[in-house]
């Protein structure tokens, strides 16, 4: 007998996994929250999974009342959507976290056993970070 797989029927819930239950706007320095569901479409009734995006407060703020170049469009949702759904799919949320300490270019130490990782990263191109150091008698590597 098979089980069922798993299949979230709430469609936040859907969009927050989607995105790793993280604001889906990249190198968002909120990125963990406080997280508000986004309408892409901003027809509230419309909760499709593929509408629904999670943002921090300062980005839901960007999506509605953001000008120029501050202005965060359906098109760049899209996109900020699919980019995320990649890279949650890709990397752990321990993993994300330690992306978004990069990106902020802060120094991280790794353990060697996560120079798999590294270089998982490095691949990725998702962001530019390189050795600052070793710790030898840690056995410890260096990043930012
Ligand atoms: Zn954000």
Redesign the pocket.
Known sequence: MSKRPYRPTDPNRQALMDAGHM???PR????FGPLEIHHIDENPSNNDPENLVP?????QNLIHYGTGKNKIDRKALKNYKNLARYLSNRFSRIEMRIVQLLARGETVTFLPFLEIFILALKQSELIEFKPVGLKKGAQRLIYQ
């Open positions: 604001c889906i706007i968002c320095p909120n990125a943002v921090c407060g300062q980005h």
